[in-house]
Structures are given as C-alpha cells and as structure tokens.
C-alpha cells in the first residue's frame, strides 16, 4: 500500500527525539523563521561567526519542501540567464549565476565539515532533450565554459540511449560536478551542526505574531516569545500571514515524488548510471537511482492544487512508465507532494524586507543550491562581511496575484506542456 507524505517524512528521517518548544522569554542576536534548508544554512554561518541564533520551526526540521525534494544539486536558476539579464542587466546577471555556482560548493563543502558520513554525495547530472537540440546543447556548453570556466559534457543520441534505454530522450549535457543526495539528512545534520555550535532549535512553534517595528524585534509564539536585533523569514511554501507582505509575493506549487518498490534488475535494465537525471521539459521529470540500486525516486508535475491529488501515486508511475515502458508493473512504496514558493519573476527572493528584517525563501524550481546561496549571503548582510544580496534587489517582493495567479500559472503550465508535446511528436516523425 502507497504511503504518503507523513509517513514518507517520518520513516526517511533519522531516529531523534522531538525537540522542545519555545517557553518563557529567549534573548538572542537574530531569530531564524523556519527550519529549512535557507534557515539552517544562515543559521549555522551565524553561529560560525560568533551571533547567538534560535530557529523556530513549525512543524519539524526539513518538514517542507527541503525534506521533500529530489535531492539535486548543481548550478543555475528556475529561468535562464538570458531572462535574468533582462531584468538585472548582463553583469548582475553573470554574478548571479557565479554565485548558484558557489552554492553548489557551499554544499559540498557543508556535507565534509558536518562529517555526515551517512549521506554521501553522488555525482553527475544528465540534463537530457525529448527532442532533438545538438546545436543549443553546444552553444549552452560553450558560453558555461567561456563565460564562468565551467566544464560540461554534451553527449549525443547513441551515447544517451546507450545508458537511458528510452526512445524519448535525444541528446543531453552532462554535469560532472552537480551530484545528489538525501536532502532530509542533509537538513538534519544541519541542524545538528548549529546545535552543536550553540544555536537553539525549537519544534512544533509557529510564530502566531510579530513586533518587527522597534530596535528589538519580537516573535510571538503559543508559547513564549523571542527577542532578537535581526530577524529572518525562511519559510518558503508554507509562508504564512504573520508577514502579509511575504506571503503575498509568493504562489505555493505542489510538486510530487514517488518512491518504487525494490527491482534492483529490472531498473538497472533501463538506466545503466547512478547520476541524477532530469529532461528540459517545463516542470519535467526528474529521477535518481536510490537505496544502492534497488529502487527509483521519480519526481515531476506541478501543480496550484495545495492539496494532495488523491491518484497521486497513479499520475507519477504513469509518467514514468511512459519513458521507460519496461517498467510497467513495478509498484510504488510511497509516494508524497510539498509546497514549494515561486514567485512570478521564477527568482529567489532575497533580501531586507525592513531594516533587521529579512527575507530569504522562493527557492521552487531552483536545485538546493539556491537555498545555500540565499543563507549564506542573507548572513553575510547581518555580518556586514558584504552586501552581495543587494544582487537579488531586482527580483523583488511582487505580488504575485493571489488566486488569479494561481490560475494564471496554471495555465501557462499546461500551455508549455501543450508545446513541449507538439516539439515531441514532431521529434519522432523524424525519427
């Protein structure tokens, strides 16, 4: 029987105690408002650098999208480098994309200092075409090696379907420094490495008000109430009312993920790497070889639906059989959905809301390596080491339409779908 999400998060998180509420009055330097991936990640820069933090989690740590994801993790943005030009202008947006790059790093270089010897890192991603597209392909793996020195691959037709036996995929870019891993585990390590170094962590404590005028700001719990000089909104999908202004500019997309059942030789018939795999359709699929081969994480579709559809599990096998028809019959052991933030610009939104206030969240559709960029230079402004999140100032707090945007990115979703399937078909009648 299919479990959901829950049960996913409850049984591929590692054994730990819940840990407490905020009671009573807690002073500190900057309270962090969720415990993600961007929270964690400020967090744990702050703490490095000697500020006294607390994270207040709603749920529990990685509980949203951050534990939820497909664990990828390589450069770049949700749009591409020319739209962001057009809205930063060519040399912000070269800096913008050296520093997705440095998020990657960031990451990588977290998983070796937290010393999570249970979560090691696969490499290579293959960004593969369901039509026909050698020359962009070449053109894309030029300007990455012109423009910023980095090294990609481009691998043709045979070359791709001699490791994807699929008749769908045409040629890829393959990225041997992207890699993938449990982001779940990643969050929790996190945690610990903050926890070890002083920060305060408390659970089950959604913020139920907010005093963000004076020198001191104040949170407000069921609880207990915390005081600090900065304070930082990390709250992604789940982005609640306490702040209007945040939950406004963001539209909360469902993704969704399944997990198979054990067929460690039936998968290996069809997909002969360990790398992580996604296709250039608009909120295409994406997959990796998990649990040392045995079973699939497939991921894909998006929706404005913040309930989970009840087929679930159906809609995602049905996707993934289309691509590898072999694997018709192989079940499903879990399949889940998380919110992810968007905003209508497709950038992170980064940056001070007000002073000592600041927001860090709309990472959906990014890789986890925007989360690590967002906390790092959010940290660095309260530091004052740098001001590099003014880079992010032209993607700013836009109200992204309420329930008309909703719709509006819904339907814009099925029209890109309608196109990507138009390219497909016309790509096998050439054959």
């Given amino acids: 029987m299919t479990e959901y999400i829950d049960s996913y998060y409850s049984r591929t ?15 500190v330097d ?28 709603a749920q529990r740590i990685g509980w949203g999208a951050s534990g939820r994801n497909g664990g990828f993790v390589g450069p770049g943005y949700a749009t591409s480098l020319s739209h962001i030009a057009l809205m930063a202008g060519r040399e912000a947006a070269h800096e913008l994309y050296r520093l997705s790059i440095e998020g990657v790093r960031i990451v990588e270089d977290s998983l070796s200092a937290l010393g999570s010897t249970d979560n090691v890192a696969t490499y290579g991603k293959l960004s593969v075409m369901r039509h026909a597209a050698a ?6 793996q030029e300007q990455m090696a012109r423009d910023f020195g980095y090294a990609l691959e481009l691998r043709d037709r045979e070359q791709v ?17 992207a890699f993938h891993f449990h982001p779940l585990d990643y969050a929790l390590s996190l945690a610990s490495g903050c926890e070890a170094l002083g920060a305060r962590i408390f659970e089950g404590s959604p913020v139920t008000g907010a005093d963000l005028d004076g020198a001191t700001k104040v949170l407000q719990t069921s609880g207990g109430r915390i005081q600090a000089r900065d304070v930082v909104f990390a709250t992604g999908g789940y982005t609640g009312d306490v702040s209007p202004r945040l939950r406004r500019a963001m539209l909360p997309i469902a993704t ?5 059942e054990p067929a460690p030789e039936r998968i290996a018939e069809v997909i002969g790497v360990p790398y992580a795999i996604s296709d250039n359709r608009r909120a295409g699929d994406y997959y990796r070889i998990v649990d040392g081969g045995r079973r699939l994480l497939w991921g894909g579709r998006i929706t404005t639906r913040t309930s989970e559809p009840a087929r679930l599990a159906e809609m995602l096998r049905a996707t993934m059989v289309s691509t590898y028809p072999s694997l018709a019959g192989i079940g499903v052991d879990a399949a889940w959905s998380g919110l992810m933030a968007y905003a209508r610009h497709l950038m992170p939104m980064i940056g001070q809301t007000t002073p000592n206030v600041w927001h ?41 339409g ?6 509006v990115a819904q339907m814009t979703y099925w029209t890109y779908q309608a196109m990507d399937f138009a390219k497909e078909i016309r790509a096998a009648r050439a054959g």
């Fill in 135 to 140: 020359p962009a392909l070449k053109a894309r």
């Fill in 256 to 260: 969704y993920v399944l997990l198979t």
């Fill in 402 to 407: 309420g329930p008309v945007g909703a719709a």
């Fill in 161 to 177: 379907r001699g490791v994807l036996r699929s008749t769908k995929y045409h040629e890829a870019l393959f990225d041997p420094q």
């Fill in 30 to 57: 900057v309270a962090i408002v969720g415990g993600g991936l961007a929270g964690l990640t400020a967090a744990i820069e702050l703490v490095r650098a000697g500020r006294s933090v607390a994270i207040l989690e």
């Fill in 360 to 400: 860090c969240f709309g990472f959906g559709g990014h890789g986890l390596n925007t989360t690590a960029v967002g906390g790092r230079v959010v940290a660095e402004g309260i530091l004052g080491a740098s001001d590099r999140y003014k880079l992010f100032a032209p993607f700013g707090l836009n109200w992204a």
């Fill in 13 to 27: 998180r590692r054994p730990s105690s819940l840990r407490p509420r905020l009671t009573g009055v807690v002073d």
